[in-house]
């Protein structure tokens, strides 16, 4: 008897919710956060994206009134902290901070334990367009004149990049080099100083930098900025020009920054993360970080941001087809 009461009550609250549109799921979300929330973000502490994740943490934090917890996971090109996340519960409590590298390491390993849809991006965070920096000894101030120093080495030029592989540095290199009708080698290098250390001493003859980091060398006489990727004019390196001002109008690239979760967090849970990350990547607080590091803010939609991050999906998608058939 009791239990046929039991599961009478069981179906008129089922019937309750489904009549005014609630879900159980709904029930739960006053109670989150119930821990402290983890940020896991695959890059090492110190660069400019950990500093842009710690700044974010801060503020969530605020606005959720919980802690949020930076937890540095770096390598293999962002699997490493990408398998980090899908080992955690899908609850909302582990973030990922979430860049275009995610799926680049899944074409260069497929057998890596994830695929890019497990993951769903809840906020933008910034963007950043690259720079090429060539060495100053090669007296390289145009297109024509890489072009031409190319020619002095049998049609080739030597461009860093990090890693192994196809990836956005290779992508970019070789959308360039087909431009210019030359041939593009690849050196792979670990890290953004020693692509620049490499470029001061002549050892390669370009290589491709973040703004940031590009910006921080501006007292450097030893490399010289011959453009960037950006759809235009970049406000950190005034004077200097686009890919696309040059008439090279398929160079237009961009990293993209961005707040994730699993894709299978309960879609509750997603929506008030979506809300309070977004006041949070919009506030005052983010901008000037921003700023200060020379990322630009995303002023799209987070669906304008999943669209672009596809489309340099397929870019380096198309780039990593082109290296397997060789």
Known sequence: MRRSKFLRSALIAS???TTFGMAAPVLAQGSYPSKPIKFIVPYPPGASTDNMARAFAQELGKELKTTVVIENRPGGGTSIGALAVKGQPADGHTLFFHTGELAASKLAN???AYVPSDFEVITPLAKTA???IVPTQFNIKTMDDLKA???KKQGELNFGTLGLGANQYSMLSRTLSQHLGVTATMIPYKGGMEGVTATMTGEIDAYYATVGLTRGQKDNNRIHVLA???????KFLPGVKSF???GVKDMVYYSLYG?????????PIKAVLKDVTRRVTDSDELKKVRQQISLEDFAGTTDDFKMESQKNFLMLKAAYDQETKK
Do not use: S, W, Y
């Open 130 to 132: 690259f720079t090429l």
């Open 228 to 234: 960037t990727t950006g759809d235009g004019p970049n």
């Open 15 to 17: 019937a309750i919710c």
């Open 244 to 246: 696309k001002e040059l």
């Open 110 to 112: 497929p057998g890596l």
């Open 149 to 151: 120093h190319a020619a």
């Open 259 to 267: 707040v994730a979760v699993r894709a299978d967090t309960p879609e």
